[in-house]
Nanobody, 124 residues
Framework: QVQLVESGGGLVQAGGSLRLSCAAS????????MGWFRQPPGKEREFVAA????????DYADSVKGRFTISRDNAKNTVYLEMNSLKHEDTAVYFC?????????????????WGQGTQVTVSS
């Protein structure tokens, strides 16, 4: 089974950018559809973005469309989330998740494998 470790979180001013990385080990990430989710303070976990196993299709939450980009580098066994034009409401713990399926899903219940999360704080 693949293990996931997120990195790249931190404190950034509104309007700034961050790139999150999700490094996989144990199995190649190319076997999985991958997703990013986030959990804002005091709220439930929510879908952010996902990418198919093939890498040829990406899905985004409406709240991040046009600002965030998900990508994968199977050679590096890593998935990325490029976040631009960050807003205070993007503040959350961001999680990387994997599902052994070719297609993505918006539901966190469909992803059985999770990383530990990385904190992103956007100051207004």
């Amino acid at each position: 089974q693949v293990q996931l470790v997120e990195s790249g979180g931190g404190l950034v001013q509104a309007g700034g950018s961050l790139r999150l990385s999700c490094a996989a080990s144990g199995r190649t990430v190319s076997n999985y559809a991958m997703g990013w989710f986030r959990q804002p303070p005091g709220k439930e976990r929510e879908f952010v973005a996902a990418i198919r196993r093939s890498g040829d299709n990406m899905d985004y939450a409406d709240s991040v469309k046009g600002r965030f980009t998900i990508s994968r580098d199977n050679a590096k066994n890593t998935v990325y989330l490029e976040m631009n034009s960050l807003k205070h409401e993007d503040t959350a713990v961001y999680f990387c998740a994997a599902r052994s399926h070719s297609r993505t899903s918006y539901s966190s219940d469909d992803y059985p494998i999770w990383g530990q999360g990385t904190q992103v704080t956007v100051s207004s």
